[in-house]
């Protein structure tokens, strides 16, 4: 299974070809052309195509050849993958020729590769006398071709004349929970360590502003009484649980276990399945016990009605001060502050502070929402779009890259980065001087080398990499 099926038959030329697919890369449209010769190239992709792709498709037709796109639409995936052709006799009679190659593979170069994608192929013959149903369906599509007009595509259900040639791929069947095959599936095997972005709402009362805070004096009185700045200076954030200092620090912190662990990805930070399994529990932010302590207060407090009232007179005292701070700079209170005959509207504040406690004892009772709470930090899979051929390239390009930064550094804190540097090094090559593609490259080629002093693969000991000290 390879290019090699991409031929025009003896004494035919091919006048069209149209190309149904979800994903399409350069290199197969390029490949199709320089064996195929077409005198018109029809592309039909799924409608989530990135317009910078097609612009790319475009610029790297070869001269004389009309490239042709339209999108397909539907509820969901537009996933047929389908390669339709019709030939001329180059002499007279000029007779023409109907062939239909269909499968799982998409138009891409890792599909039509030979030995990278295990994909299935049929190709069939169409006989215009008996297939005249397969062949109007594909001529419906390649009508909308020639308008300008959205078409409706019908459904068809049809049976060929001839039974298909079917090509069948070559892989391997493994254990589960064996190591992974490959480069590229060990990346896929792995997480993003996404960090919960939630969090620093978790036991912080929002309060809303009439006017916005100006710089200096005002400002500097809220901020004296514990109450923060949000956004666009017109909220302002109040801890109601000894205050958010966990919450700055989440911001800009950098937990050893990332840069130990991690690699940094244009999707974030990604962190190798077997690693996370051994060292998940170090996986923290490192505000995770005082957020630990803070939901464990809060839940042992619900039904409380003394620690209530304590919580929300702390905030009514803590308004009324800055009320009383804001009238002895001359600054009018009712300018930011709710107010009733001419005081601070207590009744208003004290039910936006309870309102906030049920909602935040609702989620302390959350497992899901204490875990990630808690460790700071969610553990999603790497999405499975290695189909997606252009979009994998990218995120093992911005892995790679990191690898790279990071063999800039002599002591770098990266455990995969060392590995990779030693495992070249051994090989004579220095990563230093390596581009993120050479990287790519190098580990695809080399993963399954055996090696004679670990008897184990180049691919097992990098993977191990969890495991040093």
């Given at each position: 299974m390879s290019f090699d099926l991409l031929s025009v038959p003896e004494g035919y030329q091919l006048d069209l070809a149209l190309v149904i697919a979800p994903y399409v890369d350069v290199k197969f449209m390029d490949a199709l052309v320089k064996r195929m010769n077409p005198r018109r190239l029809c592309l039909l992709?799924?409608?989530?195509?990135?317009?910078?792709?097609?612009?790319?498709?475009?610029?790297?037709?070869?001269?004389?050849?009309?490239?042709?796109?339209?999108?397909?639409?539907?509820?969901?995936?537009?996933?047929?993958?389908?390669?339709?052709?019709?030939?001329?006799?180059?002499?007279?009679?000029?007779?023409?020729?109907?062939?239909?190659?269909?499968?799982?593979?998409?138009?891409?170069?890792?599909?039509?590769?030979?030995?990278?994608?295990?994909?299935?192929?049929?190709?069939?013959?169409?006989?215009?006398?008996?297939?005249?149903?397969?062949?109007?369906?594909?001529?419906?599509?390649?009508?909308?071709?020639?308008?300008?007009?959205?078409?409706?595509?019908?459904?068809?259900?049809?049976?060929?004349?001839?039974?298909?040639?079917?090509?069948?791929?070559?892989?391997?069947?493994?254990?589960?929970?064996?190591?992974?095959?490959?480069?590229d599936t060990w990346l896929q095997r792995g997480l993003l360590a996404a960090q919960y972005r939630n969090a620093p709402q978790f036991a912080i009362l929002n309060i809303q502003l009439k006017k916005v805070l100006p710089q200096e004096m005002v400002a500097k009185i809220f901020a004296s009484r514990n109450f923060t700045e949000k956004g666009d200076r017109d909220i302002v954030r109040y801890g109601y649980m000894n205050g958010s200092s966990d919450i700055a620090m989440d911001g800009t912190e950098m937990p050893r276990?990332?840069?130990?662990?991690?690699?940094?990805?244009?999707?974030?930070?990604?962190?190798?399945?077997?690693?996370?399994?051994?060292?998940?529990?170090?996986?923290?932010?490192?505000?995770?016990?005082?957020?630990?302590?803070?939901?464990?207060?809060?839940?042992?407090?619900?039904?409380?009605?003394?620690?209530?009232?304590?919580?929300?007179?702390?905030?009514?005292?803590?308004?009324?001060?800055?009320?009383?701070?804001?009238?002895?700079?001359?600054?009018?209170?009712?300018?930011?502050?709710?107010?009733?005959?001419?005081?601070?509207?207590?009744?208003?504040?004290?039910?936006?502070?309870?309102?906030?406690?049920?909602?935040?004892?609702?989620?302390?009772?959350?497992?899901?929402?204490?875990?990630?709470?808690?460790?700071?930090?969610?553990?999603?899979?790497?999405?499975?779009f290695r189909q997606d051929v252009i979009a994998w390239e990218r995120f093992v390009y911005s892995w790679c890259e990191s690898i790279a930064v990071e063999a800039v550094k002599k002591l770098t804190p990266s455990l995969v980065a060392r590995r990779i540097r030693y495992v070249m090094e051994r090989e004579g090559l220095n990563l230093f001087d390596l581009e993120p593609k050479e990287i790519g490259g190098f580990l695809r080629a080399n993963w399954e080398k055996e090696w004679e002093d670990y008897d184990m693969t180049v691919g097992e000991w990098i993977i191990a990499y969890h495991e040093q000290n």
């Open positions: 992709v799924d409608d989530g195509v990135r317009p910078e792709d097609l612009q790319g498709l475009h610029k790297a037709r070869r001269k004389g050849v009309k490239l042709q796109v339209r999108l397909g639409r539907t509820a969901g995936l537009m996933h047929m993958k389908a390669f339709y052709f019709e030939f001329i006799r180059k002499e007279a009679p000029k007779r023409r020729k109907r062939r239909l190659l269909f499968g799982s593979a998409n138009a891409t170069n890792a599909a039509f590769l030979g030995h990278r994608n295990a994909e299935l192929f049929a190709n069939l013959d169409l006989a215009i006398q008996h297939d005249a149903d397969i062949a109007d369906y594909f001529s419906r599509i390649l009508a909308t071709f020639d308008t300008e007009f959205t078409t409706v595509i019908e459904g068809a259900e049809v049976w060929p004349s001839q039974i298909p040639k079917l090509y069948l791929p070559r892989f391997k069947s493994i254990v589960p929970g064996a190591m992974p095959f490959g480069f276990w990332k840069s130990r662990y991690g690699v940094w990805t244009h999707l974030g930070d990604w962190i190798s399945y077997e690693c996370y399994k051994s060292h998940s529990t170090r996986m923290k932010s490192k505000a995770s016990s005082a957020r630990h302590a803070k939901i464990s207060k809060l839940l042992g407090s619900a039904h409380d009605a003394g620690w209530r009232r304590e919580k929300i007179d702390a905030l009514l005292r803590a308004l009324a001060e800055v009320w009383s701070d804001l009238e002895a700079s001359e600054v009018v209170p009712n300018l930011y502050l709710e107010s009733k005959n001419g005081k601070l509207n207590s009744t208003f504040y004290e039910q936006r502070l309870i309102q906030k406690l049920e909602q935040d004892i609702h989620l302390a009772q959350d497992e899901d929402f204490k875990k990630r709470y808690v460790n700071g930090y969610d553990f999603p899979d790497v999405p499975r």
